[in-house]
């Protein structure tokens, strides 16, 4: 088969909600296709789902930093990944990914979840309070999407919460592509001193908190992997659903009759959360694998050694899986979809999205019937320059 001249990847979307359309074009001719990297490495990107599934449930596909190129630009000297440190279980293959899986997958009890569902909904409640006496109009994002994860990941992790404004901040700049490696990596320096002196703290004074259990659960766990483990869960935790719930609001703000459909039949909110999950698939570029050895997706050959990228944003818009992807429909039945990712790797904290998302949404057309945007969609930032895509602002009014 002859090979189309390799793509590039971009960031930028056209429309607001809708993966970059040249990524639908190359789905449509082929499910897998070159790719050539920011460093010049030539790999492929996958944007059919079938072939995305295979790819990230296939244990020749490697999850190993050290093995990947990155997709696009970041800091000058970072176009390869180094070596994960101990702990940084996602950049990990078996066995030792599934050491540190199990260990988490334990704290995640249906105790907790139970709990954190009480105080995600007394929380939520809190701070709709606290924007309702703002006043309307007020910034969605600042006052709601953005603190409800923050505070929920630290309540899971015993982060304190007047320590958010530093963690938001190396956040943002660790997940920014462009910034000069000394940001960069002063960034990743400061963000892991933090959570360093916080695991030091769990060691002296355990609580019921994720880290104290599983300091307990596994006393062998050292300094370092705890680190990193608390850094995976910090950055994972709070990013990728605050801007879930701000994307998801503009849509359905941008979607009248769906929202509509949503305030008539409160019974469809565990839908529409999974088909806003669908539809949006927020992280820019997917996972990425390497190939330890020759293997065939869908009927291209991947040699040992090529970086595979998958688009989960185009891979949820195949319409080999999904009838009318392009459509936002809060009745689909879009179970299935790959926003969490798939196989061994998919997304541990997963559930507890959902129930963000799910008491999130039903507490605000709750408090706020009659709420709207505030200014034209069009007037809105989008975040086409960090790692995780969504608002930087929704201003609303009620």
Avoid at 29 to 58: C, N, Q
Avoid at 101 to 123: A, D, H, N, P, S
Avoid at 195 to 205: N, P, S
Avoid at 226 to 249: C, D, K, M, Y
């Amino acid at each position: 088969m002859t090979q189309a001249e390799p793509v590039t990847f971009s960031t930028v979307r056209e429309n607001y909600f809708d993966p970059p359309a040249w990524t639908q074009e190359v789905r449509e001719k082929e499910p897998i296709t070159r790719m050539r990297f920011a460093d010049g490495h030539l790999g492929w990107l996958v944007t059919g789902y079938s072939a995305a599934r295979a790819v990230l449930s296939d244990p020749r596909f490697s999850a190993r930093g050290e093995l990947k190129h990155q997709p696009v630009p970041r800091a000058a000297t970072m176009e390869r990944t180094p070596a994960a440190p101990p702990g940084m279980f996602i950049q990990h293959d078996d066995p030792e990914h599934q050491r540190y899986r199990k260990l988490l997958t334990g704290q995640f009890t249906v105790r907790r979840m139970r709990l954190l569902t009480e105080w995600i909904e007394k929380t939520t409640h809190e701070h709709l309070d606290a924007m309702e006496a703002l006043g309307s109009p007020a910034d969605l994002f600042e006052h709601f999407a953005l603190p409800l994860p923050s505070l929920v990941i630290c309540e899971l992790l015993g982060v304190p919460y007047a320590d958010r404004e530093q963690f938001q901040r190396d956040t943002a700049i660790w997940s920014s592509f462009g910034r000069s490696t000394e940001e960069v990596t002063g960034a990743w320096a400061s963000l892991g001193a933090y959570l360093h002196r916080l695991v030091l703290l769990k060691r002296a004074e355990p609580a019921d908190d994720i880290l104290s259990g599983l300091v307990a659960a596994d006393p062998t766990l050292t300094d370092e992997e705890l680190t990193s483990i608390a850094f995976l869960l910090l950055v994972a935790g709070h990013e990728t659903t605050a801007n879930q719930i701000g994307l998801g609001l503009l849509a359905l703000f941008e979607n009248p009759a769906q929202l509509a459909a949503l305030r008539a039949d409160r019974s469809l909110v565990d839908g529409a959360v999974e088909e806003l999950l669908r539809y949006l698939s927020i992280v820019h570029h997917g996972p990425t694998r390497a190939a330890l050895e020759d293997a065939e997706i869908e009927g291209t050959a991947v040699k040992a050694g090529e970086v595979v990228m998958v688009s989960l944003a185009a891979a949820n818009r195949d319409p080999r899986k999904f009838a009318d992807p392009e459509r936002l429909d809060i009745t689909r039945a879009a179970t299935g979809h790959l926003a969490f990712g798939h196989g061994i790797h998919q997304c541990l904290g997963q559930q507890l999205s959902r129930i963000e998302l799910r008491v999130g949404l039903n507490a605000l057309l709750d408090r706020f019937p009659g709420l709207r945007p505030a200014v034209p969609a069009r007037e809105i930032p989008l975040r086409h320059d960090m790692q995780v895509y969504g608002v930087y602002e929704l201003p609303v009014a009620w």
